[in-house]
């Protein structure tokens, strides 16, 4: 993912409401299962994480991208954005990963 698709997606999640919480549990295996529902459905996820996890935030968005198969497009204070195309949902359109100018 390029810097550029990066920004457009922080962009987009800037607008958009935390669809999950995580809380003291932190990663059970529901949670890796809700988050890949919602990955499909939007394909960009933004979560909170409670104060009451006492995981790491980076190791853990790090773990669920990799079990989501999914990239981390942010961490924000106690926010984490992941995002994957979805293969049957496709919603966003990213910018082009080529850093060629149009003329």
């Known amino acids: 993912m390029t810097s550029k698709q990066r920004a457009y997606l922080k962009g987009i999640a800037m ?3 935390p669809v999950m919480q995580i809380g003291k549990a932190t990663l059970t295996p529901e949670v890796t299962k809700s988050v890949e529902e919602v990955l499909e459905a939007r394909e960009l996820v933004k979560l909170h994480v409670l104060k009451n996890c006492a ?3 980076r190791e853990m968005a790090q773990v669920l991208a990799e079990r989501t198969q999914s990239e981390v497009v942010q961490i924000i204070g106690r926010m984490i954005v992941l995002y994957r195309e979805s293969a049957t949902k496709k919603r966003i359109e990213l910018p082009e990963a080529s850093g060629k ?3």
């Open 15 to 17: 607008k958009t409401e």
């Open 55 to 57: 995981a790491d935030l």
């Open 101 to 103: 100018k149009r003329a």
